[in-house]
Structure formats: C-alpha cells, structure tokens
C-alpha cells in the first residue's frame, strides 16, 4: 500500500509514465534538444515521431521541418558519453535504407515533390553536429 501510493505521487508529481522505458524517456529529450536546435536555426517543426507501415516494413521520421519551402526529414541520434559507437557511426546502411523509404513513402501521401534528409547527431559532452542532405 505504501509502495502504491509512492508510485502515485511519483506519477502526479513528475510526470513519470509507468510503461516508458529510459531508452524511450532518453529519446524523447535528445528530440527535444534536437527540435529546439532547429527551430534556433531558422526551421519550422511540422511534425514528430510519424511512424509509417507499408505491408511488413515499419518506418519513423523523428521530426518533420520546414526550411523555407523545403521539407525536411530529420533523423535525432543520442548516444552517451561512454557508448561504444559514436551517433553519427550509429546510422548504418540499413537505418538509411529505411530513412529514404520511409520519407518516400510520406512524400507520396503528402504530394511532397522535393525534400531533404537531415540528421541532429547528439553524442553527449560533445557540441550538435546537424548534417545536412545525409542521404
């Protein structure tokens, strides 16, 4: 009882969410930094986390931006101070196979005709590196 009640508290008063896991908690704030970092750059954030599913293939876009007329696919990678591969590193050639899927697959249900993929890499005790066309 005294354990439930704890919980509860911890749920009321810092917005804890029982079934959000660290990785998922650590996501969403590198997302946050990665969305506030764009949005000093000059970007528009139209859209986050758009998940997509074609047959059996699933497919995310962390965040949706607009840079000027262009939008804009961005990829947030975090990785800790002590990860054995850098966030840059982090994006394999699967990962971007299912990048330009995934935007692909929006584009054509949005009537985007032109876009870019981005990606905010974030490797902690590091400054932001934002890389431009990754794909």
């Known amino acids: 009882m005294l354990l439930t009640k704890f919980w509860d508290y911890l749920l009321k008063n810092f917005k804890l969410h029982p079934k959000r896991t660290t990785k998922q908690i ?28 074609n047959h059996n293939q699933k497919g995310e876009i962390d965040l949706l931006c607009k ?17 054995w591969i850098s966030a840059g590193k982090s994006i394999n050639p699967k990962k971007k196979r299912i990048l330009v ?6 584009m054509k249900k949005m009537g985007i005709i032109q876009a870019r993929i981005d990606a905010i890499l ?14």
């Open 101 to 106: 899927r995934t935007a692909k697959l929006l």
């Open 26 to 53: 650590t996501g969403e704030r590198a997302e946050k930094i990665a969305e506030e970092y764009l949005i000093a750059n000059g970007l528009k954030i139209i859209g986050r986390n758009i998940k997509t599913q």
């Open 67 to 83: 840079d000027g007329p262009l939008i804009v696919f961005v990829e947030v990678r975090y990785r800790k101070i002590n990860s």
């Open 122 to 135: 974030i490797d902690e005790g590091k400054e932001i590196v934002w890389v431009k066309n990754l794909i």
